[in-house]
C-alpha cells in the first residue's frame, strides 16, 4: 500500500455563497494591471464561464444564492469583496475606488433585507479580497486596497483575531490573489507578493504552506476556493493543481478567461457566507 492509499480523505464541508452574474461586465477603467479597457471583452463568454462556476458549486452540494448586478457597476461580479461575514455578522466593504463605491451599500443592504446584523465599514476594506478566514484566525491584506485600520476594525466586530500582512506586488493586490485558505490550518500562497516581514510571520504560522510559484501565480491559481477537499482554481494553473493532489485535495480546473480581464478568477466571484452556528 502506498502512502497515497494510507491517507485518510479529505472531507469537505457543505458551504454558502454568494455570487453576481456577470450581465454587466466590462472593463472601462483600470484599478489593477490586469485591467485593459483597450483590450475588447465577451460579455457573453463571461457569464457562460461565470455559469460553469456557478453548476460546479452547486454539483459539489454547496448552497448558492445570487445578488442582483447594478447596472453601470461592471465589477459587481467580484462577490468576495462585497462582504466579509463569520458566525452571522457581515462587515461590510468600503472601497478605495470611486468606480466600485456603490457596490458596498448594495451587498450590505442584501444582508440586511435577510435579517443577518451588519456593520457600515468606517475605514477603506474590499471584503474578502482581504479577509480571508483560516481556521478562527483571520488573515488580512493591506498595501494596495484594505488599510490597516480596517484590520482592527474587522477584529473588533467580527471578533477574531487579525494577522495583518503587506502586499508589495501590484499584480497580487488583494490578499485572494497571492494566498488559498485550504483548510482551518492549511494555506498556499505566493512568497513573492509579501513583504519581507509579513513573510516571516506566514513562515511562522503555516510551516507546511505549498508555497506557489510566480508562473502558477499569474494564473491566478491562488484565486481558488476550497470546501475541505475539493479545490476550484483557474484550469491553467497545473503547478497547483499537482501540488494539491500530493496533499490529498482534488483540484478542479475551470476556464474563467474572460473574468480574468478585470483581474479576478474563482475566489473573487465567490463570496462565503458564514451564517452563525444552530443552536445545539
Ligand atoms: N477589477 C476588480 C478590482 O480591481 C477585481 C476584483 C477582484 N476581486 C478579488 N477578490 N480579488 O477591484
Redesign the pocket.
Known amino acids: 500500500m502506498t502512502a497515497m492509499e494510507l491517507r485518510p480523505q479529505r472531507a469537505a464541508r457543505p458551504r454558502h455563497y454568494l455570487m453576481c452574474r456577470p450581465t454587466h461586465f466590462e472593463v472601462t477603467y483600470s484599478?489593477?494591471p490586469w485591467?485593459d479597457p483597450a483590450k475588447p471583452v465577451d460579455t457573453e463568454l463571461a457569464v457562460t464561464q461565470w455559469e460553469q462556476l456557478l453548476a460546479l458549486h452547486r454539483r459539489l452540494g454547496h448552497h448558492v444564492e445570487l445578488i442582483d448586478p447594478l447596472p453601470g457597476h461592471p465589477?459587481m461580479v467580484?462577490a468576495?469583496?462585497g462582504a466579509t461575514v463569520v458566525d452571522g455578522r457581515v462587515l461590510g466593504a468600503r472601497f478605495r475606488d470611486t468606480e466600485?463605491a456603490a457596490e458596498g451599500p448594495a451587498y450590505l443592504e442584501w444582508f440586511r433585507d435577510r435579517g443577518y446584523r451588519v456593520h457600515d465599514p468606517v475605514h477603506v476594506n474590499?471584503g474578502?479580497?482581504d479577509f480571508l478566514l483560516a481556521g478562527d484566525r483571520l488573515l488580512a491584506g493591506t498595501g494596495f486596497r484594505s488599510t490597516p485600520e480596517s484590520h482592527a476594525e474587522a477584529q473588533e466586530f467580527l471578533g477574531r483575531p487579525v494577522a495583518g500582512l503587506e502586499l508589495v506586488d501590484p499584480r497580487f493586490?488583494?490578499l485572494?490573489?497571492a494566498l488559498t485558505v485550504l483548510d482551518e490550518d492549511e494555506i498556499m500562497y505566493f512568497p513573492g507578493a509579501f513583504a519581507p516581514h509579513s513573510l516571516a510571520v506566514l513562515r511562522r504560522l503555516y510551516p507546511d504552506a505549498i508555497l506557489v510559484d510566480e508562473a502558477d501565480a499569474e494564473h491566478f491559481g491562488l484565486?481558488a476556493v476550497s470546501d475541505g477537499r475539493h479545490v476550484i482554481l483557474p484550469e491553467s494553473a497545473a503547478g497547483v493543481a499537482r501540488r494539491l493532489r500530493e496533499r490529498g485535495f482534488e483540484p478542479v480546473g475551470l476556464d474563467l478567461s474572460e473574468l480574468l480581464k478585470?483581474?479576478?478568477s474563482v475566489?473573487?466571484c465567490t463570496l462565503e457566507i458564514r451564517d452563525r452556528p444552530a443552536l445545539g
Do not use: F, S, V
Open positions: 484599478i489593477n485591467m465589477d467580484y468576495a469583496n466600485r474590499e474578502e479580497g493586490y488583494h485572494d490573489t484565486n478585470g483581474g479576478g475566489k473573487c
